[in-house]
C-alpha cells in the first residue's frame, strides 16, 4: 500500500498517532510519506489510505483535495467540539488504534528535528478529577491507570517527554517513576504533575529523576489551601529554586482577573513560576488584559523586571 499523512496542526510536535501508524506501514511493507495537496493532488497516482491526525478542535481543517481510496481522521481535534463555551466530547468519532499499532515503538524519523535523542510518550492515561474545562475524564476515563512501559517508546534517547495526564494518580505511579529514575534520563512531564497528590515518598522518587523544570498546575481556583501547602512542601523537601519549578494557571473559565492575579502573585511568592494558560483563547480579542496578563507572565525576563501588572505597558 501506499500510504499518506497528514498532521494538521503543524509539524511543532510530533504526533504519536501518526509515528505509530508509519511504524507499522513500514513494518508490513508498505510505503509512508507526508502528503502534500499541491503535489500529491490530480493526475497524480492516488494513495490508497491517507491519514489525518488533529488534536485541537480550533485547529482549521486540511483545505486541499486529498487524492486518496481512503481517508481516516482521528485525535481529539475530530471527537472533541467546544459548544457554547463548553467542550463536548463525540464518542462515536473517536478512532482508537488497534492494539498491535498502539503499542508499537513510533517511527521518529518521521520527525527528525523534533525527536532528535529524544523520546515522546504516554506510560499512563485516564484522570480522576473529572475538572470541566478538560476532556482527559470522558475520553481516557475518570481513573489513572498504566498504558505501558517505557521501553516501548524509549531506546535509551537522552530525553524523555512523558505526556501522561496525570502520572502519579494511577496505583502504578511508582513503578513509572521507577522505571523514569532507572532511565538515567532528562524528563520532561509535560502535561504536569497533580501536586494535590504529593507525598513523601512521591518527592523522594521525583528527586531522583533528572528533570530540568518540573510543572504542576493551578487551575481551580477552590483548591488554593490544599495545593499552597503541597507547593510548600515540594519545595522544602527538594529544596529546588525557581528555575526548576513551573506552575500552569488556567484563566478565563470560571475565575476572576483579581483570583488570576492572587495566585500568580501567590505563586511567585512561593518561589514558583506561573504559566498563563488561556481557555478559549482564538475568541479572545488582541489587546485584551487576560492576553497582556499571558504576555506579562509568561515572558520570564518581562515577569522578572516589573513586579506589578498594572506597571506592565
Same mark, same amino acid.
Given at each position: 500500500?501506499?500510504?499518506?499523512?497528514?498532521?494538521?496542526?503543524?509539524?511543532?510536535?510530533?504526533?504519536?498517532?501518526?509515528?505509530?501508524? $508509519?511504524?507499522?506501514? #513500514?513494518?508490513?511493507?508498505? +510505503?509512508?510519506?507526508?502528503?502534500?495537496g499541491?503535489?500529491?493532488?490530480?493526475?497524480?497516482?492516488?494513495?490508497? !489510505?491517507?491519514?489525518? $491526525? #488533529?488534536i485541537?478542535?480550533?485547529?482549521?481543517?486540511?483545505?486541499?483535495?486529498?487524492?486518496?481510496?481512503? &481517508?481516516?481522521?482521528?485525535?481529539?481535534?475530530y471527537?472533541?467540539?467546544?459548544? %457554547?463555551?463548553?467542550e463536548?466530547?463525540?464518542?462515536?468519532?473517536?478512532?482508537?488504534?488497534? /492494539?498491535?499499532?498502539?503499542?508499537?515503538?513510533?517511527?521518529?524519523?518521521?520527525y527528525?528535528?523534533?525527536?532528535? %535523542?529524544?523520546?515522546?510518550?504516554?506510560?499512563? !492515561?485516564?484522570?480522576?478529577?473529572?475538572?470541566?474545562?478538560?476532556h482527559?475524564?470522558?475520553?481516557? /476515563?475518570?481513573?489513572?491507570?498504566?498504558? $505501558?512501559?517505557?521501553?516501548?517508546?524509549?531506546?535509551?534517547?537522552?530525553?524523555?517527554?512523558?505526556?501522561?495526564?496525570?502520572?502519579?494518580?494511577?496505583?502504578?505511579?511508582k =513503578?513509572?517513576?521507577?522505571?523514569?529514575? =532507572?532511565?538515567?534520563? *532528562?524528563?520532561?512531564?509535560?502535561? /504536569?504533575?497533580? @501536586?494535590?497528590?504529593?507525598?513523601?515518598?512521591?518527592?523522594?522518587?521525583?528527586?531522583? @529523576?533528572?528533570?530540568?523544570?518540573?510543572?504542576?498546575?493551578?487551575?481551580?481556583?477552590?483548591?488554593?489551601? #490544599?495545593?499552597?501547602?503541597?507547593?510548600?512542601?515540594?519545595?522544602?523537601? +527538594?529544596?529546588?529554586?525557581?528555575?526548576?519549578?513551573?506552575?500552569?494557571?488556567?484563566?478565563?473559565?470560571d475565575?476572576?482577573?483579581?483570583?488570576?492575579?492572587?495566585?500568580?502573585? +501567590?505563586?511567585?511568592?512561593? /518561589?514558583?513560576?506561573?504559566? &498563563?494558560?488561556?481557555? =478559549?483563547?482564538?475568541?479572545?480579542?488582541n489587546?485584551?488584559?487576560?492576553?497582556?496578563?499571558? !504576555? *506579562?507572565?509568561?515572558?520570564?525576563?518581562?515577569?522578572?523586571? +516589573?513586579?506589578?501588572?498594572?506597571?506592565?505597558?
Open positions: 500500500m501506499n500510504i499518506g499523512l497528514i498532521d494538521i496542526d503543524s509539524h511543532h510536535f510530533p504526533s504519536i498517532p501518526l509515528m505509530k501508524l $508509519s511504524a507499522w506501514h #513500514k513494518q508490513n511493507g508498505d +510505503t509512508v510519506e507526508w502528503y502534500n499541491s503535489i500529491h493532488s490530480w493526475p497524480c497516482q492516488p494513495f490508497d !489510505r491517507v491519514y489525518m $491526525s #488533529k485541537f478542535s480550533f485547529t482549521p481543517d486540511y483545505p486541499y483535495y486529498i487524492n486518496a481510496d481512503e &481517508v481516516i481522521k482521528g485525535g481529539s481535534g471527537c472533541i467540539k467546544l459548544v %457554547d463555551g463548553k463536548i466530547y463525540k464518542k462515536e468519532n473517536d478512532i482508537q488504534l488497534p /492494539g498491535d499499532i498502539e503499542h508499537i515503538y513510533p517511527d521518529y524519523s518521521l527528525p528535528k523534533l525527536t532528535k %535523542d529524544t523520546a515522546y510518550g504516554f506510560m499512563s !492515561r485516564g484522570c480522576p478529577r473529572g475538572c470541566d474545562f478538560c482527559v475524564g470522558a475520553k481516557e /476515563g475518570y481513573k489513572a491507570y498504566k498504558v $505501558s512501559d517505557l521501553s516501548e517508546f524509549w531506546r535509551g534517547q537522552k530525553n524523555i517527554v512523558l505526556l501522561d495526564p496525570n502520572p502519579i494518580a494511577c496505583k502504578e505511579c =513503578d513509572i517513576l521507577g522505571q523514569l529514575i =532507572d532511565s538515567k534520563s *532528562w524528563v520532561d512531564f509535560s502535561q /504536569g504533575v497533580d @501536586i494535590r497528590l504529593m507525598t513523601e515518598e512521591k518527592i523522594e522518587m521525583i528527586k531522583q @529523576i533528572k528533570t530540568k523544570n518540573i510543572h504542576f498546575a493551578w487551575d481551580r481556583y477552590q483548591d488554593k489551601e #490544599k495545593i499552597i501547602q503541597k507547593l510548600k512542601m515540594f519545595k522544602e523537601y +527538594t529544596g529546588y529554586d525557581y528555575r526548576k519549578l513551573t506552575v500552569y494557571m488556567l484563566c478565563n473559565f475565575t476572576t482577573f483579581e483570583q488570576d492575579l492572587e495566585r500568580i502573585y +501567590t505563586l511567585r511568592d512561593l /518561589g514558583y513560576n506561573p504559566y &498563563v494558560m488561556l481557555y =478559549d483563547k482564538e475568541h479572545i480579542p489587546g485584551h488584559k487576560l492576553k497582556r496578563l499571558q !504576555r *506579562w507572565v509568561n515572558n520570564r525576563k518581562i515577569f522578572k523586571t +516589573t513586579s506589578r501588572f498594572e506597571n506592565y505597558r
